[in-house]
């Protein structure tokens, strides 16, 4: 339950960099090569939870009543069937590395290997238990509650939770640990269990000290937040993307980023973001379940579950909301809104504007002010602007409207009805014309002569 979290929320489904914890446990097993994941949960609402938190793929053994770690594992015998090997894993320590998972699953390859491999790294013991050690092997778990006076913060190779274990020899051992005080059966106990068979433990050290870090409350969550941050930038910068600032950006495990990326200063990018390449996100800038095409530019801007296509440039101060598309090489200015709305490909959306639920086609120009009156009081309605339109600024589109190819709206135009291919809308209410001269439109093309009008001769 994560008591010292002080939250509803079970410890496991709290998230860091968009993952629950337990996630990231799993999916470090999953890089790790294993395809069979059982996870232990409870019941009730808090089970709930961290079933939805550890997502799909992987099955659940349930655990009623608690009755402490290794009571755990055998509530998961039933479900592991006929492993050969087991791995075992906390889901409150999400900074495990799958390098170092399979160098723990591979203790137990080499000649006269032993039956249990214990993950462990020299860091303040705290809370945890440390390994007493005969060179690597393992002679017991001590527990630091059985030792009184006990300096918390001297540094030991602390007992991680983490354990590589032959199935049968585990599966023999667990019902010898004997009930701790308050009823619980720890797996701890299996290290002097396996010293007393004479094949003692290994002990694997971690290639981090951080990947041993158990998550208890709120301040050790955002520790952990920040390890993993710049674990991901990292990963970022040497596949070629340019992160100007990393101490201030923000980007969750699951974001893809193509190489020539520049993410500028204070830009967080969620969920299942993929920005392609020789983009400029930045600085600024919220991109959640976002996909951006190559050579965006998204400035002091938010993009929320749209598409962008290539060359798009928006911003400052721009907002897509869920929904939207943008077509090739169209420009969002400053304080625009698209809201599950469509801009077609070159198409100019000027500042100070809505659009929202509308079909938008090829060049067309939306003038600064614009609006699409989509809301009537009981329901969404839509509108449709050809290919080539100009809305003029101040432009108010009452839908269920539809604004034809080539055609105008002047400036302050109020739209409540459709504008047919060609023609321009005026006035508030508009009216229907067609464009002149003077508001810049083409020419018209000039009559053919009669024969009556011709010269003589």
């Known amino acids: ?18 993952r629950p914890l337990v996630r990231h446990v799993i999916e470090a097993a999953r890089e790790a090569g294993l395809d069979d994941i059982v996870v232990v949960v409870g019941e009730g609402d808090a089970a709930a939870a961290v079933r939805d938190a550890a997502g799909d793929g992987v099955r659940f053994a349930v655990q009623a009543p608690p009755l402490g770690t290794a009571h755990a594992v055998e509530c998961a015998r039933e479900a592991a069937r006929d492993a050969t ?36 790294a020299d860091v303040p013991v705290e809370a945890y238990g440390y390994l007493e050690l005969d060179g690597e ?20 190779p602390i007992a991680a939770g983490q354990y590589a274990a032959q ?10 640990i004997e009930p701790a005080p308050n009823g619980e059966r720890y797996l701890t106990a299996l290290a002097a269990l396996a010293d007393a068979d004479g094949t003692p433990a290994l002990a694997v050290r971690a290639g981090e000290p951080d990947e041993v870090r158990g998550i208890n409350d709120r301040v ?34 699951e974001v893809t980023i193509a190489p020539d990326t520049i993410i500028e200063p204070n830009t967080h990018l969620h969920g299942r973001t993929d920005v392609g390449a020789r983009c400029t996100i930045g600085p600024g800038s ?3 379940d976002a996909t951006v095409a190559d050579g965006c530019v998204v400035r002091f801007s938010t993009v929320e579950e749209s598409v962008l296509e290539d060359g798009v440039d928006m911003g400052p101060y721009s907002h897509l909301r869920p929904g939207s598309h943008i077509g090739r090489g169209v420009h969002i200015g400053n304080y625009a809104e698209v809201n599950r709305a469509r801009l077609g490909a070159g198409t100019k959306m000027g500042h100070f504007s809505y659009i929202g639920d509308a079909e938008v086609g090829e060049g067309v120009n939306i003038g600064a002010g614009t609006i699409t009156a989509n809301y009537d009081g009981q329901r969404k309605n839509r509108t449709v602007i050809g290919d080539g339109a100009f809305i003029g600024s101040d432009s108010i589109l009452v839908a269920p409207v ?21 023609m321009m809308a005026v006035g508030a209410p508009a009216r229907l014309r067609a464009p002149s001269d003077a508001d810049g439109a083409a020419p018209a093309p000039a009559a053919s002569a009669s024969k009556e009008d011709a010269p003589p001769g």
């Open 167 to 176: 199935a049968a020899w585990l599966w023999s051992r667990l019902p010898c």
């Open 85 to 120: 090997h087991v791995l075992i894993l906390n889901g409150d320590v999400p900074l495990v590395l799958p390098e170092t998972l399979r160098r723990l699953m591979a203790a137990l390859d080499g000649f006269g290997p032993p039956p249990l491999a214990i993950l462990t």
């Open 286 to 288: 919220l991109l959640r």
């Open 137 to 156: 092997r393992v002679r017991r778990i001590v527990e630091t509650k059985e030792s009184a006076g006990f300096d918390r913060a001297a540094v030991m």
């Open 220 to 253: 050790q969550l955002a520790e952990a937040a920040a390890v993993m941050r710049a674990r991901i930038c990292r990963r970022h910068m040497l596949a070629g993307v340019t992160i100007v600032d990393p101490a201030t950006v923000y980007i969750d495990a």
């Open 402 to 422: 539809t604004i034809g190819r080539g055609a105008r709206t002047s400036a302050g135009a109020v739209v409540t009805r459709d504008v047919p291919d060609g």
């Open 1 to 18: 339950m994560g008591t010292r979290m002080r939250s509803s929320l079970p410890k496991v489904a709290h998230a860091i960099a968009g």
